[in-house]
């Protein structure tokens, strides 16, 4: 989308959903951007954090908690 600035900015309009497939994004970073709804399914999270915390950690944390409790997670 482009921002209110440009001249292709058309009030109201929303974004496409984008696909990426078989992709490389090492070294990427996403700053202030809208994820809500985001799916990310069968990716290497080696060495990628969300607001510096490790992903694989927080996955970890989660797998921990849900045998904890009795319940196997969806992950």
């Given at each position: 989308?482009?921002?209110?600035?440009?001249?292709?900015?058309?009030?109201?309009?929303r974004?496409?959903?984008?696909?990426?497939?078989?992709?490389d994004?090492?070294?990427?970073?996403?700053?202030?951007?809208?994820?809500?709804?985001?799916?990310l399914?069968?990716c290497?999270f080696?060495?990628?954090?969300?607001?510096?915390?490790?992903?694989e950690?927080?996955?970890?944390?989660?797998?921990?908690?849900?045998e904890?409790?009795?319940?196997?997670?969806?992950?």
């Amino acid at each position: 989308m482009p921002p209110e600035w440009h001249p292709d900015y058309r009030e109201g309009q929303r974004p496409k959903p984008v696909s990426f497939m078989n992709c490389d994004l090492r070294g990427s970073v996403f700053s202030d951007c809208n994820l809500g709804g985001v799916a990310l399914r069968h990716c290497n999270f080696a060495g990628m954090t969300i607001n510096g915390v490790p992903v694989e950690k927080l996955l970890e944390a989660y797998r921990e908690h849900e045998e904890r409790n009795g319940r196997k997670g969806w992950i």
